[in-house]
Every structure is written in structure tokens, then in C-alpha cells.
């Protein structure tokens, strides 16, 4: 099947030929944007939407995860301290805070907003490292505190998988069953998959699913939590998740970036042409697009080519999905 052809299955957006060879050249591998819950555009370059990584995109369901768990009381609060909820029967935990006691004031909101002020450099060198750790939970906190806790933005996947290993004591079973049983299965989300870390499951980056499924994901946030009449995510962590907390990398150029919420990147109207959104993204160009005032999620697969070739992801929305839903090109 030819892209051309491709993008003529349901769709209310046709791609031209010129289009779809545009998107060949960026490498773009499939987009699946919806609008008031119907299918705008569903295109690949080949093939169905089949389940694959999100990469980092993981990190905006985690954090749904930790809304899910605080709302049935699981965890008392953002603002309790990441060590209340760790076994300090771990040798390498406790030695972290006997080597530096202001590791005690790293909050869960801390973790979520990327301001923890462990050291996590280079754009999350150190996360192949902790891969192969034995605990990555006393690895990442055996990292040297570089900040305040609260006080700087630092990219740390390592917090991610903190945040998993709170959520898995908090609610004693593993990551994919309450994932299943609170998020996925209410949602009617069946294509998700977890890889295994350690004795756990990779929180930061290892979720696999479909484009489709990745977009209901995005419009369960639309719908304030709601999915069919239930309640599955609090309203108020959504808005707490889709709030700028810390200006994160929205000066990074290009801007593949933005502002940080709870593991939500954050791009405001008032930063740019057109209107304001905010997505999850992972390495490579993997995004999904939540727009309220379009009532619009947006879900961009890419070929891994570099960090700052996403941009070109980015481009699909603003140049061609946003323009052709609306009528106007900003």
C-alpha cells in the first residue's frame, strides 16, 4: 500500500501525493490525530497501526498512574517525601541519605516535575547506566545531589522509575496489573505493553502500544478523566498535569520541547503561532498531541534519526493536521 493510499482509510484529512512524499522525507512512520472523538487522519507508511514504543511517551501514562493511586488514597500527596514509601531496609537507599540528608526533602512532585536536583546529565546519559543496575531505585538515588531539591529542571528518567517503584509499594501488585486494572482496561486500552527492568517494569520508557489506543489516552484527558461515565483520573490532576510547573526546555532550539507539567510537556499559546497544547513525547520524534481548544489529540510516530530531527513531527501537526482541521494556517 502506497502512503497515498494509506491515508484514504476512514479519514476525513486526504493527503496529496506532494504530502505524503513530504512525509517520507521527514521519515514519519504514521499519524492518527482525532477531533471531537473522530478520525481526522489515519495514515502509515505501511501497514496497520501495530502496538510499539512510546519511548519516554511512557512517562505522561505513569504519571496518570500516580494521579490514579493519590486519588484512591494510595498516596497521601504530592508533597510527601519519595523516602516515606521506599524499603529503608535497602542497603544502597539508606546509604543515599546517610550520604547526603537533604535527599530526605525530594518530594513526588519533585519526581514528576523534573526538579528533584539529583545529578542526571547530558540528556539522560546516565539512564543506560541504571538499566543495568541491580537496584535501579538505589542507583538513581545514589546519584550526588546537584541542586536543591525544587530549584532546577534536569531530564531524569531515573525519577520516572522511582515514581513506578512508589506507585508498585504503594499499591502492592506490579506496574502492568494496576495499570491494567485502574487505567487500561476502563479505557478500553488493549494494546499496551511494559518491558521488564530489574524486578520490576521500565516506567520512563518502556510502554509499547498502537497509535489508536495512544490517541483514546489523549482524549481521556479531553474528557476531564471520564471514559464511558466513569471517573478514571481525577480532574484535578489533569489540570495539576497539564499546568506549566517549571519552564523545563521551552527555549531549546529547535522546538521539539517545551514548559513541564507532572511528566507533561506544556507549549502555551502565548509562546507561539496558534493554539496552546501540551503532549507527551518520546525519543525520536513519538508524540501525542493533547489541543483543548480544538477538542483535538494528535499521535506522531517517527524513524529514529536523531533528538532534534523531531521537530519534523512537530511540524506535522502545525503545518499539516492543525491547517487542514481548521482551515487556517498560522
Request: glycine residues 10%; neutral net charge; proline residues 5%.
Amino acid at each position: 500500500m502506497t502512503a497515498t493510499a494509506a491515508s484514504r482509510c476512514g479519514s476525513a484529512i486526504m493527503l496529496t501525493d506532494k504530502q505524503a512524499m513530504q512525509l517520507d522525507s521527514w521519515k514519519i512512520k504514521g499519524i492518527y490525530a482525532e477531533q471531537g472523538g473522530k478520525v481526522l487522519l489515519e495514515w502509515t507508511a505501511g501497514g496497520p497501526d501495530r502496538p510499539a514504543s512510546i519511548y519516554s511517551c511512557t512517562k505522561s501514562v505513569l504519571s496518570a498512574l500516580i494521579g490514579i493511586a493519590v486519588g484512591q488514597g494510595l498516596i497521601g500527596s504530592v508533597s510527601d517525601p519519595v523516602f516515606s514509601y521506599l524499603d529503608m531496609e535497602e542497603e544502597g537507599i539508606a546509604k543515599a541519605i546517610e550520604d547526603d540528608p537533604r535527599k530526605r526533602d525530594i518530594t513526588i512532585q519533585h519526581l514528576l516535575t523534573m526538579t528533584s536536583g539529583l545529578d542526571w546529565p547530558d540528556f539522560d546519559k546516565p539512564y543506560w547506566e541504571m538499566k543495568k543496575a541491580a537496584s535501579p531505585a538505589a542507583f538513581v538515588l545514589g546519584r550526588e545531589l546537584a541542586h536543591e531539591p525544587g530549584t532546577a529542571f534536569t531530564y531524569n528518567t531515573g525519577g520516572s522509575q522511582l515514581l513506578s517503584v512508589i506507585l508498585t509499594r504503594a499499591a502492592q501488585e506490579s506496574l502492568p496489573s494496576f495499570a491494567r486494572k485502574n487505567l487500561f482496561r476502563p479505557a478500553g486500552i488493549g494494546s499496551a505493553r511494559w518491558n521488564r527492568l530489574g524486578e520490576g517494569h521500565e516506567a520512563g520508557a518502556g510502554l509499547s502500544m498502537s497509535m489508536k489506543d495512544l490517541s483514546r489516552f489523549g482524549r481521556l484527558y479531553l474528557q476531564q478523566g471520564r471514559w464511558n461515565g466513569e471517573a478514571i483520573i481525577p480532574p484535578n490532576w489533569i489540570a495539576d498535569s497539564q499546568k506549566p510547573h517549571h519552564k523545563g526546555l521551552l527555549h531549546y532550539e529547535p522546538s521539539i520541547y517545551g514548559c513541564y507539567g507532572y511528566h507533561w510537556w506544556v507549549s502555551p499559546e502565548s509562546k507561539q503561532d496558534g493554539p496552546g497544547y501540551y503532549f507527551a513525547f518520546g525519543y525520536g520524534g513519538q508524540y501525542l498531541f493533547v489541543i483543548p481548544s480544538l477538542d483535538m489529540t494528535v499521535v506522531v510516530r517517527k524513524s529514529l534519526d536523531g533528538r532534534n530531527k523531531s521537530i519534523y513531527s512537530r511540524r506535522v501537526l502545525t503545518e499539516l493536521v492543525i491547517p487542514a482541521a481548521t482551515g487556517h494556517t498560522w
